[in-house]
Every structure is written in C-alpha cells, then in structure tokens.
C-alpha cells in the first residue's frame, strides 16, 4: 500500500478526539449550568485538566464550538444553547436508566435554575428548601439572582419568579399573586428626627433608594416623585443593603412588608402604590418536564402559603 493510499485510508476512521461520547454530555451540561470550568469539575468530581479535555473532545466530535470563553468564563454559543434540551433530554435518560437498573422508586431528578430577585431568594424561598430537598431528593437547584442579567429564551435560567412581566421569548407567564411595599424606617430614626420633621412629614427626611441603573423599579420612582429632584441620603443596588442602612438608622425606604416587618422596622405608610405582582416564567420548551414542574408547583405552593404576609396583610 502506497503512502497515499494510507493517508486516504484513514478518512472517516474517528480518532479519540473525533468520536462522539455521550458521557461528555454531562460536562456539557456542567459548564454551562456553573459558567467556569473549576465550578464543573467540582460538581463531576473530575480534575480541571480532565473536565477541558473532555470539553475539547465532544467540540471535536460535533466539530461545532459550544462556548465562548472570556474573563467571566464559558458562555454558551447559539449552538450549545441550541444543543441543551438535548443533552438534558440525555441526562433525564440517564437517571431513568439508573433508576430501572436499581429498582428505584421513580422520583425526580436533575438540575433546575431558578432566577428570582434576592429579596424572595433570601426571604421566601431558602428557608423553604429544606422542604423541597425532603420531597425530591434527587432534585438540585440553583438560585440566580442576578436578575436584569437572566434571558430565559436564551436558557440563563430554567424558571423565573420575578415582578417584572416578561414581554418577549419563548416562555410561559403566571401570576402568583402580589407583593406589598410600604415606607418604613426604624424607631431610633424617628426618635431622633427634629420636631420640624415630625411636623413636615418627609420633607426632611433622609432617605435610602436605588442607583441610576435600577431608576425603573416603581420604588425607586416614587422616591424621585416625592423628593423632586432632592438627593437621597444612600442609593444601593440591592434590597439587602436598603434593609441593612434602614436598621442602622440612617434614613427612610421603600421596603417589602414582608421583609421590613420582621426586622422590626416601622410602617409609616402602607399604601403608597409600589405593590406588584409576582409572575412565575417558564421556558416553554421546559413546561412539562419533571423537574422544572417540581420547582414551579413548590414555588407556587410557597407564594399561596405566604399571600397574606406577602401582601402585608399581618
């Protein structure tokens, strides 16, 4: 045999780092649920080094590239976000088959992400996990709650609780029900407040509100409506930081009851019509698998069960 006839004798051989393994689909699915590739190789219990050749091998063998890779880390190209149903359609086949093997009993499996804003995520929802994690055991989740980020037509999350209406994408919109906001600052504050102050409700005050960036949020725009142009004494990117400058008694904010409450913060007005509702967004290609109806109906549950203090109904 000629040198050439060899070469040509080769074609359509695969080698190692051409032949399709479908075990690669859960690194796959790894990296793209976790965004870098230490946080995969943590949850497959492999080495960093085994994870990006196994990442290599399966881009060989469908010779497409499923990530970009950047400072942040992987983010998933049109095809590899095309590719997940798929590769989740293999990993749901997975647990299945393993299930038949050991007799099991059936359950659901899997991975959900779940994006929702940090006040629900820290407030409402991880105090309930416990439990979640007792009736689906083989069920793991993860919160996002970088929310303006989280596309869900492009698959950033599974599922959505959140209280801006999504108006674009391929998703499936409900509403839960409503959330409460109300004016409140702590009573150390109010005992401290000059009397001209007290006579001239607000008009002194301090108060706490959001960033430039976050100026669509209704409280944010009842703060600029009622201070008219006046600075506010702290602007913050997150409820948490509010909740905290509202405790260490540095000014007033437009709070969830059902957070300020708690905390032992004082209602000055319950009624300034910041409420909102909740919507419950699913990706409609995920609207009937298992897992994902796992979270929606714990999270529907979860806001039926807090309506009234939700709404600040005490």
């Given amino acids: 045999m ?5 070469q040509f004798s080769s074609i359509g051989k695969p080698n190692d780092s051409s032949r399709l393994n479908w075990d690669d689909a859960k690194v796959f699915l790894a990296i793209a649920r976790d965004g870098t590739l230490s946080g995969a190789s943590k949850s497959l219990n492999l080495g960093i080094a085994t994870t990006s050749r196994r990442l290599e091998r399966i881009e060989n063998a469908l010779r497409i590239r499923l990530f ?5 880390g992987f983010k998933l190209t049109d095809e590899g976000t095309a590719l997940i149903p798929h590769a989740e359609a293999l990993e749901q086949a997975g647990y299945a088959f393993s299930s038949a093997v050991g007799n099991q009993q059936e359950s659901v499996m899997g991975h959900v992400r779940l994006a929702t804003a940090q006040g629900l995520a820290d407030h409402l929802i991880i105090p309930e996990l416990p439990l979640l994690a007792e009736s689906h055991p083989n069920l793991t989740l993860e919160v996002v709650t970088s929310v303006p980020t989280v596309n869900l037509h492009r698959r950033d999350a599974d599922l959505a609780l959140r209280m801006v209406r999504p108006e674009r994408g391929n998703v499936s919109i409900r509403r839960l029900g409503y959330l409460g906001f109300g004016l409140y600052a702590s009573k150390t504050y109010l005992d401290r407040r000059p009397r001209e102050n007290r006579r001239n409700f607000l008009e002194h005050d301090d108060f706490i509100g959001w960033s430039e960036a976050l100026q669509h949020l209704p409280a944010a725009q009842w703060i600029e409506r009622t201070l008219r142009g006046k600075p506010c004494r702290l602007t913050t990117t997150n409820l948490s930081a509010q ?9 007033i904010a437009v709070l969830p009851h059902f957070i300020a409450q708690p905390q032992g913060l004082v209602c000055l007005d319950a009624d300034i019509g910041c409420d909102q509702p909740i919507w419950l967004a699913i990706h409609s290609d995920l609207a009937h698998s298992r897992r994902v109806r796992a979270i929606a109906d714990f999270l529907t549950a979860l806001v039926e069960k807090h309506r009234v ?6």
Avoid: P
């Fill in 2 to 6: 000629t040198k050439k006839d060899n």
């Fill in 68 to 72: 970009t890779r950047d400072q942040q």
């Fill in 243 to 251: 909740v905290s400058a509202v405790r260490s008694n540095l000014g």
């Fill in 309 to 314: 203090v939700l709404q600040g109904q005490f």
